[in-house]
């Protein structure tokens, strides 16, 4: 989950839906394959100028994002949660996050400083890589792969790269809406190892916001997430809402509301320690 941690525990909103080691590297870079649609490359570097509103690509701009977010999820037990949440996050391996339950206002902390993975509850900090932190570790892991994709989604100019094999898929319309879908493929990282996938990629065709994606890793349920209620943020076109689907399910596992994005921010290793 993009937001949670072990402990915590309209017409655009129509849109079709379409850590061993913390230290989870990110992707390998590669460039785009040969057998690449010209038209579907085309299309998705199109986006990504619409997405920085024409301005130059900054290739040198970090892979890291800070967040505040409300948080609405379903727990296990079937529990509808509502948590205040903020997240700092940096490639390849950083991750700090902070969680603030809506109900009793309990707070609780975790990350990985590329030290040691951390998670702290109270004024107790428990360190995930000794004896019994391995599901809050397993945890960290996935909240860190899956924030990753999504601050390439904010910054399709450092996403394009790793996809390879595009291709345009047919056109998908409902609610007087509709999406150009790129399928690309890329490596991504599951449970600390690599394993190929597919992407799709809905872009609203009159202005070209990322509207959706679907992520299918190989042997694995495919992830759907839906990005709406879009505006411009530090001159990148970023969503105000996003919504999470396991495969088949009738309603988001997760929907969050940005209150503040930043991406690309400068960041030191104390930012990722845990509080005092």
Excluded at 34 to 40: E, H, L, N, Q, R
Excluded at 156 to 170: F, H, V, Y
Excluded at 243 to 253: I, K, V
Aim: charged share 25%; with cysteine; proline share 8%.
């Amino acid at each position: 989950m993009l937001l949670a941690i072990t402990g915590v525990a309209a017409a655009q909103d129509a849109t079709p839906k379409p850590v061993e080691a913390p230290a989870v590297p990110s992707a390998p870079v590669v460039a785009p394959a040969s057998a690449s649609d010209p038209a579907a490359v085309a299309l998705l570097a199109k986006a990504a100028v619409a997405q920085r509103g024409g301005g130059t690509a900054s290739g040198d701009a970090p892979l890291a994002l800070r967040v505040k977010v409300r948080l609405q999820y379903r727990s296990p037990q079937g529990d509808d949660v509502a948590v205040e949440a903020e997240r700092r996050f940096r490639a390849p391996d950083r991750i700090w996050t902070r969680a603030k339950s809506s109900f009793d206002g309990a707070e609780t902390w975790s990350g990985y400083d590329g030290k040691r993975p951390w998670l702290r509850s109270g004024k107790n900090v428990r360190w995930l890589d000794e004896p019994g932190g391995e599901a809050d570790w397993k945890q960290l892991q996935q909240d860190f792969e899956l924030t990753e994709l999504l601050t390439g989604a904010f910054q399709l100019d450092r996403l394009a790269p790793r996809l390879t094999e595009l291709n345009l898929l047919p056109d998908v319309s409902a609610h007087a809406i509709t999406a150009r879908v790129v399928e690309g493929k890329l490596t991504v990282m599951r449970e600390g190892q690599s394993k190929p996938a597919r992407v799709w990629l809905y872009f609203d065709e009159k202005e070209l916001h990322l509207m959706g994606a679907r992520l299918m890793p190989d042997g694995e349920e495919a992830i759907q997430v839906c990005f709406t209620k879009h505006e411009r943020n530090g001159g990148l076109d970023v969503p105000g809402k996003v919504e999470l689907w396991a495969d088949g399910e009738a309603n988001p596992r997760q929907t969050l509301y940005i209150v503040l994005l930043e991406v690309a921010p400068v960041f030191s290793d104390a930012d990722f320690a845990p509080p005092r």
